[in-house]
């Protein structure tokens, strides 16, 4: 690394930088050179050592001219770790981090990741001219790869001089740097990683497949751009080039992901289950994580029409729904009344693994008392039982209520009598839905004794419930009109206590 770039480092205006004609006139004006403290150093990063940490204090404290000779003056002998770190935090001073760099090597040669992270650091801070003083070294000493490239493209990316990470490409040959399809996808890469140049990216390709064929990755990278970018059209265009240039790959389940993404965040939800059944035609399925993200935005929707054929393709592969998503699901297809579809996922969840829970079980049994399916409810509510997950209290309360609606008092019985020997609480709403059913039914003994019972164990009994009671015994004459007065003594005794 010689003076003269050095005194570029130094003054930032003498670096001129690759002049090539824009492969895009459009593109915005490049972001100003970044400005000091952007970046991490060893004031604030964690686990500094204490030897790079003096060094680093040399380096921002000690004047220009006097660099060198406060870091002999250290006695601090520069390891190749040491060097490493030391430039790592050097990032805010490029200037003094290129005199480090000079008094290291001093004696001995740099390896090769240190080199780069030099030319890494050069780039991220705009100092194009002395970055390839720093390759043309690295390429006198056989220290250049695809790595010390990927760096440049990515720093002319970032810097939005796509025409120099291009033409870098187009040079590195030059180097001895081959250009493969690796570093075709790494110039991609950098470029589809800022704001909306995926056409850019696009454009570049273009320009070289007739020379370097694309692979799997190099597709996966542009759909990743178009799905930032939620460009729905363009996606579609490069999934089809795709197919046709590298064909169906199991293994390419990034590109596969951004391109479902990209036509679900853009509403094509027709679109996406066809392309899904496709996929499943040839094997090849996206990953859990768009599962996942897209069942979850299908729930909130309420929208089971699509969500069904999705989940179909999904557990037809090798993917495994988890609890979450099964709970999900199945209460998605409750809140649309597809009551047998949510006890055939609930009865297919222990063959994948994800065993129900008391959610699970309450949200089919929630939706077969609201749609007032009395059998059902019953033999529901045993099963439940059977597997050590029961209702919950205000699903029992319901459930009574709703099973005296439809005639079936005894099944009602049933799940009061269980409600009451476990306590399943809250049991007030239970024994309030249990009183206003009995006195529906004209089963004034029975209230009786039931109201009895509930007050003397200070179970509440709501006022709404006592005014229902009174309007049916009073309606039954004197006897009837007799053993409400004594249930309201009590009753009234206790809601002033």
């Given at each position: 690394?010689?003076?003269?770039?050095?005194?570029?480092?130094?003054?930032?205006?003498?670096?001129?930088?690759?002049?090539?004609?824009?492969?895009?006139?459009?593109?915005?004006?490049?972001?100003?050179?970044?400005?000091?403290?952007q970046?991490?150093?060893?004031?604030?990063?964690?686990?500094?050592?204490?030897t790079?940490r003096?060094?680093?204090?040399?380096?921002?404290?000690?004047?220009?001219?006097?660099?060198?000779?406060?870091l002999?003056?250290?006695?601090?002998?520069?390891?190749?770790?040491?060097?490493?770190?030391?430039?790592k935090?050097s990032?805010?001073?490029?200037?003094?981090?290129?005199?480090?760099?000079r008094w290291?090597g001093?004696?001995?040669?740099?390896p090769?990741?240190?080199?780069?992270?030099?030319?890494d650091?050069?780039?991220?801070?705009q100092l194009?001219?002395?970055?390839w003083?720093?390759i043309?070294?690295?390429?006198?000493?056989?220290?250049?790869?695809l790595?010390t490239?990927a760096?440049?493209?990515q720093?002319?990316?970032?810097?939005?001089?796509?025409?120099?990470?291009?033409?870098?490409?187009?040079?590195?040959d030059?180097?001895?740097?081959?250009?493969?399809v690796v570093?075709?996808n790494?110039?991609?890469?950098?470029?589809?990683s800022?704001?909306?140049?995926?056409?850019?990216?696009?454009e570049?390709?273009?320009g070289?497949k007739?020379?370097?064929?694309p692979?799997?990755?190099?597709?996966?990278?542009?759909?990743?751009?178009?799905q930032?970018?939620?460009?729905?059209?363009k996606?579609k265009?490069?999934?089809?080039?795709?197919?046709?240039?590298?064909?169906?790959?199991n293994g390419?389940?990034?590109?596969?992901?951004?391109f479902?993404?990209?036509?679900?965040?853009?509403?094509?939800?027709?679109?996406?289950?066809?392309?899904l059944?496709?996929?499943k035609?040839h094997?090849?399925?996206?990953?859990l994580k768009?599962?996942?993200?897209?069942?979850d935005?299908?729930v909130?929707?309420n929208d089971?029409?699509?969500?069904?054929p999705?989940?179909d393709?999904?557990?037809?592969?090798e993917?495994?729904p988890?609890?979450?998503?099964?709970?999900?699901?199945?209460?998605l297809?409750?809140?649309?009344?597809?009551?047998d579809?949510?006890?055939?996922?609930?009865?297919?969840?222990a063959f994948?693994?994800?065993?129900?829970?008391s959610l699970?079980?309450?949200?089919?049994?929630?939706?077969l008392?609201?749609?007032?399916?009395?059998?059902?409810?019953?033999?529901?509510?045993?099963?439940?039982?059977?597997?050590?997950w029961?209702?919950?209290?205000?699903?029992?309360?319901?459930?009574?209520?709703?099973l005296?609606d439809c005639?079936?008092?005894?099944?009602?019985?049933?799940?009061?009598?269980?409600?009451d020997?476990?306590?399943?609480?809250?049991?007030?709403?239970?024994?309030?839905?249990m009183?206003?059913?009995l006195c529906?039914l004209s089963?004034?003994?029975?209230?009786?004794?039931?109201?009895?019972?509930v007050?003397?164990?200070?179970?509440?009994?709501?006022?709404?419930?006592m005014?229902?009671?009174?309007?049916?015994?009073?309606?039954?004459?004197?006897?009837?009109?007799?053993r409400?007065?004594?249930?309201?003594r009590?009753?009234k005794?206790?809601?002033?206590?």
């Amino acid at each position: 690394m010689n003076r003269n770039m050095e005194a570029v480092v130094e003054n930032p205006a003498r670096s001129r930088g690759l002049k090539y004609a824009s492969i895009n006139p459009n593109k915005p004006q490049p972001p100003p050179i970044p400005k000091p403290n952007q970046f991490p150093s060893h004031l604030d990063a964690p686990n500094v050592s204490s030897t790079a940490r003096a060094l680093c204090d040399i380096l921002t404290r000690a004047s220009p001219h006097d660099i060198e000779t406060a870091l002999s003056s250290s006695g601090i002998v520069p390891e190749d770790d040491l060097i490493e770190e030391v430039l790592k935090l050097s990032y805010n001073y490029p200037s003094s981090a290129v005199k480090f760099f000079r008094w290291a090597g001093r004696g001995k040669k740099h390896p090769a990741h240190t080199w780069n992270l030099m030319v890494d650091l050069l780039g991220k801070n705009q100092l194009f001219e002395p970055m390839w003083d720093a390759i043309r070294s690295m390429k006198q000493e056989e220290k250049l790869s695809l790595s010390t490239f990927a760096s440049v493209f990515q720093s002319y990316s970032t810097a939005g001089r796509f025409n120099e990470a291009v033409m870098s490409f187009d040079v590195m040959d030059r180097y001895g740097v081959k250009q493969d399809v690796v570093a075709v996808n790494s110039l991609l890469s950098a470029i589809c990683s800022e704001d909306n140049q995926t056409s850019v990216g696009l454009e570049f390709l273009e320009g070289i497949k007739a020379k370097v064929s694309p692979d799997s990755d190099t597709f996966a990278i542009l759909l990743e751009g178009w799905q930032r970018e939620g460009n729905a059209a363009k996606a579609k265009i490069t999934f089809g080039d795709m197919v046709a240039l590298v064909g169906w790959n199991n293994g390419n389940v990034a590109a596969y992901d951004a391109f479902l993404m990209t036509l679900f965040r853009a509403d094509l939800m027709d679109d996406v289950v066809r392309f899904l059944q496709v996929m499943k035609d040839h094997d090849c399925f996206p990953g859990l994580k768009f599962f996942t993200n897209a069942l979850d935005a299908l729930v909130k929707r309420n929208d089971a029409h699509h969500a069904v054929p999705m989940w179909d393709v999904m557990v037809s592969g090798e993917l495994v729904p988890n609890l979450i998503m099964y709970n999900a699901m199945i209460g998605l297809l409750c809140n649309n009344v597809a009551i047998d579809h949510a006890i055939r996922l609930l009865d297919e969840m222990a063959f994948h693994g994800a065993f129900p829970d008391s959610l699970t079980y309450n949200m089919i049994f929630e939706c077969l008392v609201k749609n007032k399916k009395a059998r059902e409810t019953e033999s529901f509510f045993f099963e439940m039982i059977k597997n050590e997950w029961p209702p919950t209290g205000p699903n029992c309360a319901a459930a009574i209520e709703m099973l005296f609606d439809c005639d079936d008092p005894e099944a009602a019985h049933e799940i009061w009598n269980y409600v009451d020997e476990n306590h399943v609480k809250p049991l007030d709403e239970s024994a309030n839905a249990m009183l206003v059913g009995l006195c529906n039914l004209s089963r004034f003994a029975e209230v009786k004794r039931l109201a009895e019972d509930v007050l003397y164990r200070r179970i509440k009994v709501y006022e709404s419930t006592m005014t229902l009671l009174k309007d049916a015994f009073y309606k039954e004459g004197r006897s009837a009109r007799d053993r409400y007065d004594s249930l309201y003594r009590k009753w009234k005794a206790q809601v002033q206590l």
